[in-house]
């Protein structure tokens, strides 16, 4: 095992000193990295490549889906890849659900809300198109959506927040709050200077965090609008975020490879970790056993740990790549 997670412990990105490459997964950068419910599996993707999941443990793909983006639901057994269609896949039976190549323009972003519906954003399109999450997990041909109207540029990404509730970011520099039954707009955060690339919700204390092309990273109040701190450091525009498990801290990714963990309480940032020696860092993910797994510009996967207990470098995936899956879609 990478490590061991300790109930209430502190990540801490100063902790991870040692680190084991995995080798070149693809051939593109790393364009998103997520735990599944096993700590020791990540499901991969990276742009115009198949996406994998990569057992950390045996260093097998297990799975390969010929689409470039994926989105996963709370349980992380339904599985939703997609560009310019979208295919849905079960996770935990191993088969395909259901399956549309009907759109003339690529999802930029898709999000699952509690088995109960998904929200799209179309490249070049202002709207978020709203469709029932049975519409893509039976086998149903009912097709008919809503739209959510009201940014006045772009829609780059959306962020579940519960029940039909989800906010969305906008070239428009804009974030707004939505109560998808009702098909209104809550609220709107006005605050960036640049549009908005990444959005993390913080649940139990009704605040997210938002990044931008302006390198900063704002939180703001979900029920006020209020932006309450905004975080500088970054200089290039922020990519991802995603809270520490204690809600204590949390990371952002910059463009130009540069992760950092900031404090809530004091606003600073307490770490930065810079991989540039080897390879720009792209995209990352804080697994629950608290370590750090990143993938990188030239499509490489690393794993950081706080121990030595480590995947002998001689076994590196490149070895077996592409062997051994369980599904080809």
Do not use: P
Not at 32 to 40: P, T
Not at 89 to 94: D, G, H, K, P
Not at 266 to 273: A, D, I, K, L, R
């Amino acid at each position: 095992q990478f490590g061991c997670y300790k109930q209430g412990s502190n990540f801490s990105l100063a902790q991870l000193t040692f680190s084991t490459d995995f080798g070149k997964i693809f051939n593109r950068c790393v364009s998103k990295i997520v735990g599944l419910n096993e700590s020791e599996k990540i499901l991969i993707s990276s742009a115009r490549e198949n996406i994998k999941i990569l057992n950390l443990q045996n260093q097998n793909i297990e799975l390969k889906l010929k689409f470039c983006s994926f989105s996963l639901n709370e349980k992380k057994d339904v599985l939703i890849v997609y560009d310019t269609g979208l295919c849905c896949y079960s996770l935990s039976q191993f088969k395909i659900i259901n399956s549309q190549t009907c759109w003339n323009t690529c999802i930029v972003a898709l999000i699952q809300i509690e088995e109960k519906y998904v929200a799209m954003a179309f490249s070049g399109k202002n709207h978020i198109q709203i469709d029932a999450w049975t519409n893509y997990t039976t086998e149903t041909k009912d097709h008919r959506y809503q739209l959510l109207s009201g940014h006045s540029d772009f829609v780059n990404c959306l962020c579940a927040v519960k029940n039909d509730l989800l906010i969305s970011g906008s070239d428009d520099k804009t974030l707004k709050y939505w109560k998808i039954s009702t098909l209104e707009c809550i609220n709107t955060f006005k605050g960036h200077t640049g549009s908005v690339t990444c959005i993390q919700i913080i649940a139990n204390k009704g605040e997210f965090l938002s990044g931008s092309f302006d390198r900063t990273i704002k939180l703001w109040n979900l029920n006020t609008g209020e932006c309450s701190e905004t975080f500088n450091g970054h200089q290039s525009q922020i990519n991802q975020i995603q809270l520490c498990q204690d809600e204590i801290c949390f990371l952002s990714l910059s463009y130009d490879g540069i992760l950092k963990q900031w404090n809530f309480k004091t606003g600073q940032c307490v770490h930065t970790m810079d991989d540039n020696k080897n390879d720009r860092i792209s995209s990352f993910t804080v697994l629950k056993t608290e370590n750090l797994v990143t993938g990188s510009r030239n499509g490489r996967i690393k794993i950081w740990s706080t121990n030595e207990n480590k995947i002998e470098k001689d076994q590196k995936i490149e070895k077996k790549f592409g062997k051994k899956f369980c599904n080809f879609i």
